[in-house]
């Protein structure tokens, strides 16, 4: 008896000397947990807050007061007012003789290629269009917010560094004395960037946009969505109710399967293969894109269209075929109402994904230098993620932080999207 | 009439026909019984009226160019027609950019207005005969099945037969873009081992795919050695599993076994936005962010790291797949019996020594199956090594090397050279080939793991 | 629920409308080709958009032996209308044209490109002779001792080309053999070396096809590392790597002139004034050539041939001047100018 009584002390004793270390390695272990979780918090944080920090300035951009005198005498030297010769105008001239006002000591070559460039390339442009919608502007004085040139606008925004040597930075010091002049008499603001959101991409900086763009994506996601959205629903619908149990069926899972793992870039071949060079399908068409995207997004809306499915409760089912309802019609007006928002919310997430791929869409040739806006699925045009890529690629300083705010927008249209999605849920979520 | 017109009255008469059928069926059960509930009568009717209507508007829009073109093509000039065919599309295209009223070159050629107005002319025709071919169509038919309705017919069976074999149908698809996406890139792949020995490929130790494009071309020999570039896949692949692995572990298991219901409601939305990231912007941070500062951090601590370092890489790459393996761990966690948990809590174990003595022992199989499906995802992925890693397919296990991978190599040859007889071009739909091997045989095998397990425990 | 799913359906089919209603004819140009004539062709497609009624161009960049290959497919509107060069197009390729029914070609000559070999600015600025890019790049380089036979290149560093060179690995970042690029600096740098050994330039009279393979071919065991068509992303990497050189057309040296800097060839500096004066001997010319069976069918070519030609663009004080384009000497470019308004095509190599 005082044997096992000294064994119980004995095994206690160890146990009770085991035990500090035993709780040590349980608040390691905890800890362990909670670092990898902050692992990922802190992250999200750098992530954003590096993202945010690169793109904000983007939303602005920097702008100088302007009067610019539209001299009939370089317009249109003829009085003809015909549009093939103002076309053809010298506009650019008018521009540099109204910086000329400001600094009238500029002379030799150099210096006027200097001063015409502190203003974006774009102005003359933005006055041709000016002049062609109103001739009665011709011979007028008009005071105007023009862009200020990409580099001028970056060492406003404080990304050039002036303290370095001039042959080491972008902008001359010329231009640095000349834009702290035009400050000192506050011609120059920020002001908000709306090219960012009305234009299509361009080589300048300054006149670059995401419109372009959006409105690719836009049709991508329409045919991804009337493509696959039916298509899967359907698929899912005989899969789960109705598909027999036999090979054949388990061969279709399988390929299911298998499709939602399939890498996405392997799509691209399938499109550059398939519908271009077999069905001769153009290149760079949203067209394209939207049907490799809904054949990736297919295997996704029909797992979550299963998914949907199988949440109604089978008394749901077994109801509507006690009172005589035939399969199709317990299926049809019972099961599927009832998975119906499950089934869009899971389209909608598989959506946000399609729409946020890229891959797929370089192997199509969606990464052409497209100015215009695509007005119909057949127009060559970008996309919201190739559009970054494409940014993320150029050369010029003021590109870095217009690629911040595409992924900016194109993280909002996610964001969106997936609110939807669970919003959706929500609503109609029923607890059985 | 217009097609968006001739769109709407189908729509129109498509509603039109069911509530017809549907009365028709409402009338007889005065006088009759019927053996289907009179909507089903009206779905018959439609289905009637919309399947030739549906029919012609997809033959129309097949075949209702070329047919034009054509038409036209035989109505120009016998001087244009004397042309070569490719000279003709030309000159087609001239006819049409005229017809849609779209501005033109300006230099146009003798008939030109003529052709334009053919051309409308002949596609307005065909438009008009599909539009009322199949209006009448879709009439008679639909005429033919309302005079058909009657108490016996057996509706219901027919519209239920015509309905599962569309969903049939539905599900095949998903066989026809398996078979496509194996087809397209068998067949070029196949092109490709006609010219590179399938060895040379498989076990060469050199990737340098440079082909002289033209003959008088010096310098150049290709060679499709792909081992460099399976290494740098697998090393990327690697580092980024290093990361998640651990990382999406823990993450899953203190989100299950100790985090308070409050932690979990944050936490789990946190891990779905990092899932929802587009991997092109995971590719931006990469590339603009975090691979210079590992290049600076290296420089401090004496270090010549590159910036195209598969380290950078592979850490994005392993944030990004964080989401999936904590997900499917979860997942294989939450599945483990709760009477395991009690058996060991009730020998006097710890949480810790419960979670990996019995949790995860037992959970194993799960999550190595977890495990692969995050591998096949992280050597499938594109965008982040496409933006962040290199090109030099140098062989190298040094994750401060820059290394290349498949996908990059994919996206360089099939990116603006759009030549297809050449192995250079042919070479990305072999890597393609084996990507869709690797990633296949990975997927399957862990889903026979994930789901031979679940079988062990429900 | 009935209800909405008609309507949802209603919803689908109008949206598939525009879909039926678009048309099939092409009216926007299409242009591919080199990646160095890439970045001016696209500001010359911009302006050009925004400025006439016409649609803008669509450029895709495929390196000039691309874009001549798919150039020459054919005529017709699947076919581009325009392709840029960085170099002259060959006998074979107008042959292979001509194959395809590709007879007449514009040829337009839009100016000088310098290639320049550079480094980053966190190096020092290196002097090189053409004969020491030579013995650098090439795989078999005349025996050391003299004796006129080629060994296989032993170099390793820039210190065993030249003993007054840094001791720093061979490292350049070039273009693929697809890039005009990287014809031009074959044939001006690596040629012009070779020609500075007499026995390699004898070889030129008996053996021209020997004289080729041994003068513009560049080594593939490792210090030439390809870095793709995409001359951008070869300048990132001399940003990232110091120690590396990277070969690249002039414009690029300018867009990024506060990072990189080129090195002395021949004891001469790539700038502006250099290359265009001729002093800096390793440039070519830059091209685009047009299909004239084309002009008159796609809307917008001649206006944009004008375009490109005008002495806005291309002329002493053209736009793409700033983008680093060496203008043509006025008399070169009045020539080109009236063969682009009239439209003369090229008849043959001269």
């Known amino acids: ?432 | 009439m217009s097609i968006s017109l001739f769109l709407i009255s189908i729509i129109f008469l498509g509603f039109l026909s069911f509530f017809w059928g549907k009365r028709k069926a409402l009338l007889l059960k005065n006088t009759e019984s019927l053996h289907s509930l009179p909507r089903y009568y009206g779905y018959y009717s439609l289905a009637w009226f919309a399947a030739p209507s549906l029919l012609i508007i997809f033959l129309w829009l097949l075949f209702s160019e070329s047919f034009v073109t054509n038409q036209v093509i035989s109505l120009l000039p016998e001087s244009i027609r004397a042309l070569s065919p490719n000279e003709i599309t030309l000159r087609m295209n001239d006819v049409k950019n005229l017809a849609a009223g779209n501005l033109i070159a300006g230099e146009s050629f003798i008939g030109l207005e003529q052709a334009a107005a053919n051309y409308n002319r002949i596609t307005k025709l065909v438009q008009d005969v599909a539009i009322y071919s199949s209006l009448v169509l879709s009439l008679a038919l639909f005429i033919f099945s309302y005079r058909s309705i009657s108490g016996k017919l057996r509706a219901r069976n027919k519209v239920e037969k015509i309905i599962s074999n569309l969903l049939l149908a539905s599900a095949t698809v998903a066989i026809f873009a398996t078979a496509g996406i194996l087809l397209s890139v068998l067949f070029e792949a196949i092109r490709f081992f006609q010219i590179i020995s399938f060895d040379d490929f498989l076990f060469g130790l050199t990737w340098s795919p440079q082909m002289a494009i033209r003959e008088d071309q010096v310098g150049s020999s290709g060679l499709f050695g792909a081992i460099p570039l399976f290494a740098g896949t697998a090393l990327i692949s690697l580092i980024s599993l290093t990361v998640a692995v651990p990382v999406g572990l823990m993450t899953a298991i203190y989100l299950s076994e100790y985090a308070p219901s409050k932690v979990r409601s944050y936490t789990k939305p946190m891990l779905e936005i990092l899932s929802g990231i587009p991997t092109v912007v995971y590719g931006f941070f990469a590339a603009i962010t975090l691979a210079p500062f590992i290049r600076d951090f290296g420089v401090t601590i004496g270090l010549d790291i590159a910036s195209e370092s598969a380290l950078g890489v592979g850490l994005v790459m392993g944030i990004m797949i964080i989401p999936l393996v904590s997900s499917l761990s979860d997942d294989v966690i939450s599945a483990v019996p709760q009477a395991m948990r009690d058996g060991s809590y009730g020998l006097g174990a710890t949480k810790s020594e419960t979670i990996k003595k019995v949790i995860i022992p037992a959970a194993l199989p799960g999550i190595v199956g977890g495990i692969l499906l995050a591998a096949s995802r992280a050597i499938g992925e594109t965008m982040i090594v496409v933006m962040a890693a290199g090109l030099s397919a140098r062989l190298s296990f040094n994750p401060i090397d820059a290394v290349t991978t498949v996908t990059v190599q994919i996206v360089t040859l099939l990116v603006g050279d759009q030549e297809f007889d050449s192995p250079k071009t042919l070479a990305a739909f072999a890597l393609g080939l084996t990507l869709f091997v690797v990633t296949l045989a990975l997927n399957f095998y862990a889903l026979k793991i994930v789901r031979k397990y679940r079988e062990q425990y429900e | 629920m009935k209800k909405s799913i008609s309507i949802f359906a209603a919803a689908i089919l109008m949206l598939l409308l525009p879909l039926t209603a678009s048309a099939a004819a092409r009216d926007t140009i299409k242009i591919v080709g080199s990646s160095t004539v890439y970045p001016f062709a696209t500001v010359v497609a911009e302006r050009f958009g925004k400025s006439t009624k016409f649609n803008t161009p669509v450029i895709e960049s495929t390196g000039s032996g691309g874009g001549l290959k798919l150039f020459c497919k054919g005529i017709g509107v699947e076919h581009p209308d325009i392709t840029n060069a960085s170099r002259r197009i060959k006998q074979k390729e107008i042959d292979n044209c001509a194959k395809a029914g590709v007879t007449d070609i514009i040829e337009i000559k839009i100016g000088y490109d310098g290639i320049v070999i550079a480094n980053s600015k966190k190096a020092d600025v290196l002097a090189l002779t053409k004969r020491q890019i030579f013995l650098a790049l090439a795989p078999e380089i005349p025996h050391p001792n003299g004796a006129k036979q080629l060994i296989k290149n032993p170099n390793v560093t820039w210190r065993d080309v030249d003993s007054s060179l840094p001791n720093i690995k061979i490292e350049v970042l070039g273009p693929p053999p697809t890039s005009g690029t990287r014809d031009a600096f074959a044939e001006l740098a690596m040629e012009g070396g070779c020609k500075t050994f007499k026995w390699l330039k004898d070889i030129k009279k008996e053996n021209k096809k020997r004289y080729k393979a041994i003068c513009r071919s560049v080594r593939e065991d490792g210090p030439y590392i390809e870095a793709g068509e995409n001359d951008n992303l070869i300048v990132q990497k001399l940003n990232a790597n110091p120690k590396a050189l990277g070969v690249f057309g002039y414009s690029f040296l300018v867009e990024n002139s506060d990072s990189i800097q080129g090195s002395f060839v021949d004891g001469v500096l790539p700038t502006f004034e250099n290359i265009a004066q001729g002093d800096y001997k390793v440039s070519r010319p830059l091209y685009f050539y047009v299909k004239k069976a084309h002009i008159g069918t796609i809307p917008g070519m001649k206006e944009f041939l004008r375009e490109f030609t005008a002495d806005k663009t291309i002329g002493q004080d053209g736009y793409l001047t700033d983008k680093g384009l060496i203008p043509m000497p006025s008399g070169e470019y009045s020539q080109f100018r009236s063969a682009a308004r009239k439209l003369s095509t090229l008849s043959g190599l001269n």
């Open chain 1, 1 to 432: 008896m005082s044997n096992t009584l000294q064994e119980t002390q004995d095994i206690s004793e160890i146990v009770n000397r085991g035990l500090k270390k035993r709780y040590r390695s349980e608040f390691m272990f905890r800890f362990y947990g909670v670092v990898s979780i902050l692992f990922a918090v802190v992250f999200l944080l750098v992530f954003f807050s590096s993202i945010i920090s690169k793109g904000y300035s983007a939303f602005t951009q920097g702008e100088l007061n302007m009067k610019i005198y539209l001299n009939e005498e370089v317009i249109d030297p003829d009085r003809l007012r015909d549009e093939e010769e103002i076309r053809y105008a010298n506009f650019d001239k008018l521009v540099l003789d109204s910086l000329k006002t400001y600094f009238p000591e500029v002379s030799s070559r150099k210096e006027r290629k200097e001063l015409k460039s502190l203003v974006s390339s774009g102005t003359s442009l933005r006055l041709q269009s000016m002049v062609l919608n109103d001739y009665s502007l011709i011979g007028q004085e008009i005071d105007i917010w023009v862009r200020l040139d990409s580099d001028i606008d970056m060492y406003l925004k404080g990304n050039i560094d002036v303290s370095l040597d001039e042959s080491q930075r972008r902008i001359s010091d010329n231009q640095v004395r000349w834009v702290q002049e035009l400050q000192e008499q506050n011609l120059i603001s920020q002001n908000f960037n709306s090219t960012l959101f009305t234009a299509g991409d361009s080589r300048e900086p300054e006149l670059a946009g995401v419109l372009g763009a959006l409105v690719g994506s836009f049709f991508m996601l329409i045919i991804t969505f009337i493509v696959a959205f039916p298509l899967g629903v359907a698929a899912a619908i005989y899969l789960e109710e109705f598909a027999p149990k036999n090979r054949f069926i388990d061969f279709v899972e399988v390929n299911i399967n298998n499709l939602a793992a399939v890498p996405s870039i392997i799509y691209g071949l399938l499109g550059l293969a398939v519908f271009i060079n077999f069905f001769g399908m153009p290149r760079s068409a949203p067209l394209v894109g939207g049907l490799v995207l809904a054949l990736m997004t297919f295997p996704v809306i029909i797992i979550a269209s299963r998914a949907a499915l199988q949440s109604v409760p089978p008394s749901i089912t077994d109801a509507a075929l006690g009172v005589g309802a035939s399969k199709i019609q317990t299926v049809f007006d019972h099961v599927f109402p009832l998975a119906l928002p499950g089934m869009l919310t899971g389209s909608i997430i598989g959506m946000a994904r399609a729409l946020g791929e890229s891959a797929p869409l370089l192997m199509i040739g969606m990464v052409a230098f497209v100015v215009d806006v695509p007005t119909s699925p057949l127009d060559s045009s970008a996309a919201l993620p190739v559009q970054v890529y494409l940014w993320a690629d150029a050369p010029e300083r003021g590109f870095v932080e217009r690629t911040s705010a595409a992924i900016l927008v194109l993280l909002f249209f996610l964001l969106l999207m997936n609110s939807t999605a669970i919003w959706l849920r929500n609503k109609f979520e029923t607890k059985w």
